[in-house]
C-alpha cells in the first residue's frame, strides 16, 4: 500500500513538476519534438531510399538459360519451383520463337539478316525477378540442379551495383541514425539538465529529508518519458500529414518514360499505411527511451548524497 | 547520545583541516549551540551528522550507529531521523506552505489522511495554520523560518540541526524562533544550532561547544558566546545578576555599552531587570523559564 502510495505520489510528482515550470517544459517538448520530427523524416527516408533501391535492383531479371529441347516436364518442374521459392518476386517463359522474336526486335534494321535463321536453335529461357536481389547466388544454385538447365545469367555487374548501393543506403542509415540518437540524446540530456537545474534546490531540499536516489530521480525520469511520449506524438502527426500529401500528389505521376514504366511514384514511393506504423513505433520508442535515459543521466548528478 | 570521537575532515586532499581532532558527546535531549566565527568548522559538523560529507580519521556515533561506516544507501534513512532548519530557510517556492511540510511526509509514503492530520497539527505549532495555503514568498522571514521548522519536525525526529536559523530575521523574530526551537527541545528532541549569533547564545545560557579554525577551543555548559562576554557579565553585575534576570535587554545593553565603551559598569543588573518587568510584565528569565 505504501509502495503504491510513494508511486501515485511519484507520477503525480512528475505531472506537476512539468506544469509548475511550463517554459522549461514546453522548451523541452519543442527540442525532443524537432528531433524526433527529424529522425522520423530521415526514418521515412531511409525507408523509401531502401525501397527504391529494391525496386531499381529487382527490374534486370536472372535469365535462366534451358536446352532448347526443354521437356514439358521438365519445364513444369522448374515453373513449379519458381511459383514456390519466396524470394522469386515475378518470372516469365520465353519459347525459343519469343526469344527469336525479342532478338530480332532487338537487331533494328538489320533484323533481315536473321530471316532464314532457325529459331528452333534459340534456348528457352526465365525471366526472373527475386525480392531479394542480393540473395541471387542462393537463387542460382537452386536453380542450376533442375535438370534442363544449362546456364544462368544474372547480370552480374548491374547486380553488383545495385547490392552494394542498397548495402550503401542500409549502412548509412544505420550511421545516421546512430549519430541523430546521440545528438538527440545529448540535446534533450542538456534540456533536462537545464529543467534539473532549475530545482536544484528543490532536489538538494528533498535530499535533507531523506528522499531516496530512486524517489529523487523517478519523477525526472517519468516526465522525461511523458515529454518523449507527448514530443514522439506530435512528432508523429508532423510526419503523417505532410507524408500523406505528399503521397497523394505524387503517386500516378510518371518518373519514367511510360506509364507502365515501373518508376513510378506509386511504385517508388511506399504507402502511407506502410510508413506510419513504422514511424510510429521507431519515434515512440526513441522518444521514451531518449526522454527517460536523457533525465536520467541528467539527474544523476545532482543526487549523490 | 552523539559521539564525535578525533574527527577530522578536509575537502580536499591538499586543503587545510576543516575539522582537526574534534571530540566532544551530546546527549539525547540537550541543546547546545555550535560558535565560532565563519569557516571556523560549525557548519562542518553538520554536514558529518547528516553525512553529507565523511571524516578523514575518527569516528562519529549516533547512538550506536557509526557514520563513518554508514552505507550511501542508508544515508535517507539517517536523515528521516534528523530535521535540518536552514538559514536561507530553503523552502519550495512553488508550494504552498501545506505542501512544504507535508512533503517530508509524502517521501516516507504516509496516507494522506495521515500527513493531513500531521501537518495540521504541526502548523499549528508553529503558530502558521491559518495561513497553510500561502506561498512562502507571502510570508514574512520569521513566518518562513517557522515553515521550515514545521517541515523539520513534522516526521518527529530525535535530533534537529539547525544551521544559522535565525542568521536572516531581525532580533524579535529571532527571539521567537528559538523560543520555539527551545519548546520542540523541552519535549526531548535533542536540538543543535550552529550560530554566531552572539546576543542569543547570551540570553539562551546553553551549552556551547566553540570551534575555532577546525578545532574545539571551548566546551561549557550554561556558557555565553565568549569569555570577554563572561568578563563583561561579572561587570555589569555577575553570574547571580544573570540568573535572576535571564535574559533582560537591558543587561545585555549595558553588557554591549561596557564593550563599546560607552558605560562604566555601575548599573546593578537587578535594576536592569525590575525594569524589564515593570515594562513587559515578565523578565525574559519568566518568558523561557518560569511559564512552563
Known amino acids: 500500500m505504501t509502495a503504491l502510495r510513494k508511486l501515485l505520489n511519484l507520477i503525480r510528482d512528475s505531472l506537476l513538476n512539468m506544469l509548475r515550470h511550463p517554459l522549461v517544459s514546453v522548451a523541452s517538448l519543442t527540442t525532443v519534438t524537432l528531433m524526433l520530427v527529424l529522425l522520423g523524416a530521415f526514418t521515412t527516408i531511409s525507408l523509401l531510399a531502401n525501397h527504391s533501391a529494391r525496386v531499381i535492383a529487382q527490374q534486370p531479371p536472372v535469365e535462366v538459360w534451358c536446352s532448347n529441347e526443354l521437356k514439358p516436364e521438365e519445364s513444369a518442374a522448374i515453373e513449379a519451383y519458381l511459383e514456390g521459392d519466396p524470394n522469386v518476386l515475378s518470372w516469365k517463359r520465353l519459347t525459343p520463337l519469343e526469344n527469336y522474336e525479342l532478338l530480332r526486335a532487338g537487331m533494328g534494321e538489320s533484323a533481315k539478316a536473321l530471316d532464314s535463321f532457325p529459331f528452333e536453335k534459340l534456348q528457352y529461357t526465365f525471366q526472373v525477378r527475386l525480392v531479394n536481389p542480393e540473395e541471387v547466388d542462393a537463387f542460382t544454385a537452386q536453380i542450376r540442379a533442375y535438370p534442363g538447365v544449362q546456364n544462368v545469367d544474372v547480370a552480374e555487374r548491374t547486380m553488383r551495383t545495385l547490392n552494394s548501393i542498397v548495402r550503401v543506403v542500409n549502412t548509412a542509415t544505420l550511421i545516421a541514425f546512430a549519430i541523430m540518437c546521440i545528438v538527440s540524446l545529448f540535446i534533450i540530456s542538456n534540456m533536462v539538465r537545464i529543467s534539473v537545474l532549475a530545482r536544484s534546490e528543490e532536489i538538494a531540499i528533498m535530499k535533507y529529508v531523506g528522499a531516496t536516489k530512486l524517489y529523487i530521480r523517478t519523477p525526472y525520469v517519468l516526465e522525461g518519458a511523458l515529454i518523449g511520449t507527448a514530443g514522439a506524438l506530435l512528432a508523429f502527426a508532423a510526419i503523417y500529414f505532410t507524408y500523406d500529401k505528399l503521397y497523394t500528389s505524387m503517386v500516378g505521376r510518371v518518373v519514367g518514360d511510360a506509364q507502365s514504366s515501373p518508376f513510378t511514384a506509386s511504385n517508388m514511393m511506399l504507402p502511407l499505411s506502410s510508413i506510419a506504423w513504422r514511424v510510429l513505433v521507431i519515434n515512440l520508442a526513441l522518444g521514451i527511451l531518449i526522454g527517460a535515459a536523457g533525465s536520467a543521466l541528467s539527474v544523476r548528478r545532482h543526487i549523490q548524497v | ?292
Request: glycine content about 8%.
Open chain 2, 1 to 292: 547520545m552523539i559521539r564525535f570521537e578525533n574527527v577530522s575532515m578536509s575537502y580536499a586532499p591538499e586543503a587545510p583541516l576543516a575539522l582537526n581532532d574534534v571530540s566532544f558527546e551530546i546527549e539525547e535531549g540537550e541543546f547546545v549551540f555550535i560558535i565560532g566565527q565563519s569557516g571556523s568548522g560549525k557548519s562542518t559538523i553538520v554536514k558529518l551528522l547528516t553525512c553529507e560529507e565523511r571524516p578523514n580519521s575518527g569516528r562519529i556515533l549516533i547512538d550506536d550507529l557509526d557514520l563513518t561506516r554508514l552505507r550511501p544507501g542508508l544515508v535517507p534513512y539517517l536523515r528521516r531521523s534528523i530535521g535540518m532548519v536552514f538559514q536561507d530557510f530553503r523552502l519550495i517556492p512553488t508550494m504552498t506552505v501545506f505542501d512544504n511540510v507535508a512533503f517530508a511526509m509524502e517521501i516516507l509514503g504516509e496516507s494522506n489522511r495521515h500527513i493531513r492530520r500531521q501537518v495540521s497539527m504541526v502548523l499549528s505549532t508553529v503558530g502558521l495554520r491559518a495561513r497553510e495555503k500561502a506561498r512562502p514568498d507571502e510570508l514574512s522571514g520569521g513566518e518562513q523560518q517557522r515553515v521550515g521548522i514545521a517541515r523539520a519536525m513534522v516526521n518527529n525526529p530525535g535530533m534537529l540541526l539547525a544551521d544559522e536559523p535565525t542568521g536572516n530575521l531581525d532580533p524579535a523574530t529571532s527571539e521567537s524562533i528559538m523560543a520555539l526551537l527551545e519548546e520542540i527541545n523541552h519535549n526531548g528532541t535533542t536540538v543543535i544550532v550552529c550560530t554566531h549569533d552572539q546576543e542569543m547564545v547570551n540570553r539562551m545560557q546553553k551549552r556551547v561547544i566553540e570551534i575555532a579554525d577546525g578545532r574545539l577551543v571551548r566546551d561549557a555548559h550554561r556558557a555565553l558566546y565568549s569569555d570577554l562576554d563572561n568578563n563583561l557579565l561579572d561587570l555589569a553585575g555577575g553570574r547571580q545578576a544573570l540568573d535572576e534576570t535571564f535574559g533582560s535587554e537591558e543587561l545585555f545593553a549595558e553588557m554591549a555599552a561596557i564593550r563599546n565603551g560607552e558605560a562604566s559598569p555601575s548599573q546593578p543588573a537587578e535594576e536592569a531587570g525590575a525594569a524589564e518587568k515593570e515594562r513587559r510584565g515578565f523578565t525574559s528569565y519568566d518568558f523561557y523559564y518560569k511559564r512552563r
